[in-house]
């Protein structure tokens, strides 16, 4: 076959996966509203297809994808550490990285806060028409310990536990102490490197299935999820959604633009199928493998770099989560009447960029966490209630926009510190599975 068929023939199937997936998420969309309104409640319906099918298939590909997470970045990271080697560098990667998750959190609220105050959720809101439901509180940790909590007393637990920041920490002290011992443990070297090799061939594989993984998720969440309840909190939601859209867009992709120069419409498009699992599956952890193995694949980020920037933001960098908090601080304020004031806004970004680094990287934690953002400002605990009931859509949007900030900083880092490979980022047609 000649050179050009084939790379016709990869590009065929580059469209095939990211066209697939995202016919998955629309049929899915529709399956399930279809589902929820045109097919009567009954055997077929709900135990045949929606706690059947849909929730067997959905949540079996999102356990396969779980299931790459701590072996994958532990292994990526112990191999990304070491080929730094230099701690200097990985210091300077360290602090570049975090200035800019904290920076675009501040300003992911204070976006949220302004288009709040334009948009008015909170005003004019009939109260009686929704359905209030328990609210779940912060257990509020002290800075001290969320610090101390970073060092792991037994790694295997952390391991075993799934805690990223203390893996993180673990992973990258195992690659710069095999940097520095050099061909003393060549052996130990290796077998990460081959296990990580395994891990994204394992993530290959899983990959085949999301098309249909995407459609069940969705189409169950869609099938249990009414409209009539997001009527009288269409303008909050219009508000969460409108914030969301200028950070990603605007934001994000002006930063990429003017930080690394790559076009932030070829960055979309190849990252497509990363937003829709996070979109699918609401949960920021669970992207890890894919969001790491794309940014190789498909943007040319080293994995020197993502192995340790993408497990971090997906713990600590939520600007999608942070703008909800914004949104919900001035809903709740204008519903009960209760005048912020300057001050009163910067306690809320201040104390709603520390939240977003609480949240862990799971569904509907961040509004878990609200509830110690409202506590800053004195706003009632319950009026997080009104909101519950419509969470689960934005926290999908959401959780996209919380993995796409940390990918847009990891090209940033990747691009400045030499760490792209530019012609994997020219390829339009690099495949997953190539
Ligand atoms: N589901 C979000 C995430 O995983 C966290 C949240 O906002 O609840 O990124």
């Known amino acids: 076959m000649s050179e050009k068929n084939k790379k ?3 590009r065929e199937k580059k469209a095939g996966l990211t066209g697939k997936i995202f016919i998955g998420l629309i049929l899915g969309a529709m399956t399930g509203v279809i589902f929820h309104y045109a097919v009567p409640a009954g055997f077929v319906r709900d135990t045949v297809f929606v706690d059947g099918i849909f929730y067997v298939a959905g949540q079996g590909f999102l356990r396969l994808m779980q299931m790459l997470v701590v072996p994958l970045v532990f292994c990526s990271l112990v191999c990304g550490s070491s080929a730094i080697g230099d701690t200097a560098t990985l210091g300077k990667v360290g602090v ?19 288009v709040a105050n334009v948009v008015n959720p909170g005003i004019g809101l009939d109260t009686s028409a929704i359905e209030a439901t ?23 637990g952390a391991l075993a536990n799934g805690d990223m920041l203390p893996i993180i920490l673990f992973a990258i002290i195992i690659g710069i102490i095999l940097a520095k011992l050099g061909s003393r443990t060549e052996t130990v070297s290796n077998f990460f490197s081959q296990f990580n090799d395994v891990m994204m061939e394992m993530t290959s594989m899983v990959m085949y299935v999301a098309p249909v ?18 009527v009288p909190l269409l303008k909050y939601m219009l508000g969460v959604l409108l ?34 699992f996070a979109f699918s599956t609401a949960t920021s952890n669970a992207t890890i493998p894919l969001s790491v193995d794309t940014l190789e694949r498909e943007v040319g980020v080293s994995r020197k770099i993502s192995s340790f920037t993408i497990p971090l933001g997906a713990t600590i960098n ?39 680094i609480g949240t862990a990287g799971v569904p509907g934690v961040g509004l878990i966490t609200l ?3 409202f506590t800053s400002v004195g706003l009632p605990v319950e009026a997080i209630a009104l909101i519950m009931g419509i969470d689960r859509i934005l926290d999908m949007t959401r959780t996209a926009v919380n993995i796409t900030g940390d990918a847009v900083c990891t090209t940033i880092v990747a691009k400045q510190n030499g760490a792209l490979n530019e012609k994997h980022w020219a ?8």
């Open 318 to 356: 939520m600007d999608g989560t942070a703008i909800m908090q914004g949104v919900a601080v001035v809903f709740a304020a204008q519903a009960y009447g209760i005048e912020l004031g300057i001050a009163g806004y910067l306690t809320v970004i201040a104390t709603a960029t520390l939240a977003s």
């Open 134 to 156: 328990d609210v779940a509180i912060a257990e509020s940790t002290s800075f001290a310990d969320t610090l101390l909590n970073i060092i792991p007393k037994n790694p295997i």
């Open 243 to 276: 914030a969301l859209a200028l950070h990603c867009f605007v934001v994000y992709m002006g930063l990429l633009k003017i930080f690394s120069g790559l076009n932030p419409f070829k960055f979309l498009r190849k990252f497509f199928p990363v937003m829709a």
């Open 427 to 434: 390829l339009n047609e690099k495949h997953w599975a190539s």
């Open 8 to 10: 016709n023939r990869k």
């Open 213 to 230: 993984g995407v459609f069940c998720l969705i189409a169950k969440t869609f099938s249990g999820i009414g409209f009539g309840a997001f």
């Open 96 to 114: 570049k990285t975090l200035i800019f998750y904290l920076s675009t959190t501040a300003i992911a609220i204070t976006l949220a806060i302004g």
């Open 371 to 373: 509830s110690m953002v």
